[in-house]
T-cell receptor, first 118, second 113 residues
Framework: AQTVTQSQPEMSVQEAETVTLSCTYD???????LFWYKQPPSRQMILVIR??????QNATENRFSVNFQKAAKSFSLKISDSQLGDAAMYFCAYRNIHGSGNTGKLIFGQGTTLQVKP | SAVISQKPSRDICQRGTSLTIQCQVD?????MFWYRQQPGQSLTLIATANQGSEATYESGFVIDKFPISRPNLTFSTLTVSNMSPEDSSIYLC??????????FGSGTRLTVV
């Protein structure tokens, strides 16, 4: 079974600085999707960025980028120019695409709480 | 992307009672997912609800405790039955959007007293 691990329960960053959140996963599949979701105190789950495993190029969305290392099964999130509004819980998630493992469900990591200091 | 209306946003319930949570999607979707998020924790999948068939429950969750309805492709309900304080959590529904994206409801914060 696939698993997702976030080893940093809490992180903090100074406003305008850069922070990297770590995520590792375990799978025997070659094709899958990886996601980073943000959950602020409002509880709303917000998609930050998505990476298709077959794409070697790292995904980027404005100040958010990932370092996808498929062989190492690592998927870290880098937040540049951190803003106060980035403070939230961040979840890494995995989804199978093909075969019997394609149930459509997301498998989440434990989450990392990011604090942004002014 | 799809928009989900989830109700209620929060409730305080007496132990032994039941609460039904509703999710309405503004477009037709095949699969809907129900998650539980205990305070400060990650999301745990309760079940997958497909229209026209019984929901598929994850290990540790049973239909008697969490009955699910999926009468059409835009609507689903999750009932938390015979509640105890251990059921106090946030409950979220989710759908698969286009291009393998996922959209979530705004969550229901349940407190059982």
């Amino acid at each position: 079974a696939q698993t997702v691990t976030q080893s940093q329960p809490e992180m903090s960053v100074q406003e305008a600085e850069t922070v990297t959140l770590s995520c590792t996963y375990d799978t025997s599949e070659s094709d899958y999707y990886l996601f980073w979701y943000k959950q602020p105190p409002s509880r709303q789950m917000i998609l930050v960025i998505r990476q298709e495993a077959y794409k070697q190029q790292n995904a980027t969305e404005n100040r958010f980028s990932v370092n996808f290392q498929k062989a190492a099964k690592s998927f870290s999130l880098k937040i540049s120019d951190s803003q106060l509004g980035d403070a939230a819980m961040y979840f890494c998630a995995y989804r199978n695409i093909h075969g019997s493992g394609n149930t459509g469900k997301l498998i989440f990591g434990q989450g990392t709480t990011l604090q942004v200091k002014p | 992307s799809a928009v989900i209306s989830q109700k209620p946003s929060r409730d305080i319930c007496q132990r032994g009672t039941s609460l039904t949570i509703q999710c309405q999607v503004d477009s037709q979707v095949t699969m809907m997912f129900w998650y539980r998020q205990q305070p400060g924790q990650s999301l745990t999948l309760i079940a997958t609800a497909n229209q026209g068939s019984e929901a598929t429950y994850e290990s540790g969750f049973v239909i008697d405790k969490f009955p699910i309805s999926r009468p059409n492709l835009t609507f689903s309900t999750l009932t938390v039955s015979n509640m105890s304080p251990e059921d106090s959590s946030i409950y979220l529904c989710s759908v698969v959007d286009r291009d393998y994206g996922y959209t979530f409801g705004s969550g229901t914060r349940l407190t059982v007293v």
